[in-house]
């Protein structure tokens, strides 16, 4: 197994590998933890249900000119706790089109040529005082490098308790690699999870980071591992704690509002779904973040 010992012994060929599987083994101990959490349900209705688990769904972009490669592996889990969660990972490579290219930092000095690898994460839970949440972690090459990501909660109820858990996770984190990320983060989080067209933020926040190269590869991958993580304990926390409470009708229609509102956002502002569409990527897995079921008043 490749194993990171310091920035001058490894090859980019080295890091694309080691970050590919450590995005691969963060899907699988986070599908392992979500899926104990279904067998724990004891309370609401939803406990007579059968626990959830996950299904696997690979697809590969690859053409028969070699010009997009790679894949993914979608896994997707519809359960009692969990109403539909996925838990996403890719790897792909291929060209840029030159109008896209000319949005990408570094694209425009190799033709558009690119590598991408990274994990995605949403969940969308039957009960509405479990709030939703959203994680990604990526790698990205160009002509220059950089990984990007975060994590944000969506609460449909806005509980300090929670809230302030989930942010000193973050802060926590953050404040173990550089006492300047968490402010700066968090920030860029409540800049970017913001709905313009309906002037209101998209949740209750987290951080978000991107084209972060500090000129210390090893660092800024062990930053981009550490959310991944915390995002994993803090939200399994946080999940655990609520979904034994009781829910009413109104509690349901507020919870499907919301998800309209989750619902813009990742269709109008989102990334990662531009990113995946201009990529040639797999259209199921990209919307995979789109709940099950929604409304708007």
């Known amino acids: 197994m490749l194993?990171?010992?310091s920035e001058t012994s490894l090859t980019m060929d080295d890091k694309k590998a080691i970050a590919a599987k450590w995005f691969q083994d963060l899907r699988d101990s986070i599908c392992a933890e979500f899926e104990s959490i279904e067998s724990e349900l004891s309370g609401t209705e939803m406990a007579d249900s059968p626990a959830g688990t996950f299904e696997r769904k690979p697809w590969n972009r690859t053409t028969?000119?070699?010009t997009h490669g790679g894949g993914g592996v979608m896994s997707v889990m519809k359960g009692r706790v969990f109403e539909k969660v996925?838990?996403?990972?890719?790897?792909?490579?291929?060209?840029?089109?030159d109008d896209f290219?000319?949005?990408?930092?570094?694209?425009?000095?190799?033709d558009g040529e690119f590598w991408a690898s990274g994990i995605s994460l949403v969940a969308h839970c039957q009960n509405p005082h479990v709030p939703p949440a959203h994680m990604n972690t990526r790698m990205i090459i160009t002509s220059k490098q950089w990984f990007g990501g975060g994590g944000d909660l969506n609460s449909i109820f806005d509980v300090t308790e929670d809230t302030d858990f989930f942010h000193g996770a973050f802060k926590e984190c953050c404040d173990r690699h550089d006492p300047d990320y968490y402010q700066r983060y968090k920030e860029w989080a409540d800049e970017y999870f913001?709905?313009?067209?309906?002037?209101?933020a998209r949740g209750v926040g987290g951080i978000f980071y991107d084209?972060?190269?500090?000129?210390?590869w090893d660092?800024?991958?062990a930053f981009t591992k550490d959310v991944g993580t915390t995002f994993r304990d803090a939200y399994c926390a946080l999940v655990r704690k609520n979904m034994n409470t009781p829910w009413s009708e109104a509690d349901r229609e507020a919870q499907l509002i919301k998800r309209g509102r989750y619902a813009e956002f990742n269709l109008v502002y989102d990334?990662?779904?531009?990113?995946?569409?201009q990529t040639g990527g797999n259209t199921e897995a990209i919307l995979m973040s789109l709940p099950p079921v929604a409304k708007w008043p």
């Open 211 to 216: 084209y972060l190269n500090s000129g210390d």
């Open 194 to 200: 913001f709905i313009k067209h309906r002037n209101e």
């Open 219 to 221: 660092a800024d991958f």
């Open 3 to 5: 194993k990171p010992s």
């Open 86 to 97: 996925g838990v996403n990972i890719s790897t792909v490579h291929g060209r840029f089109s």
């Open 101 to 110: 290219a000319k949005k990408i930092p570094g694209a425009n000095d190799n």
């Open 271 to 277: 990334r990662g779904t531009v990113f995946g569409l």
């Open 64 to 66: 028969d000119d070699n």
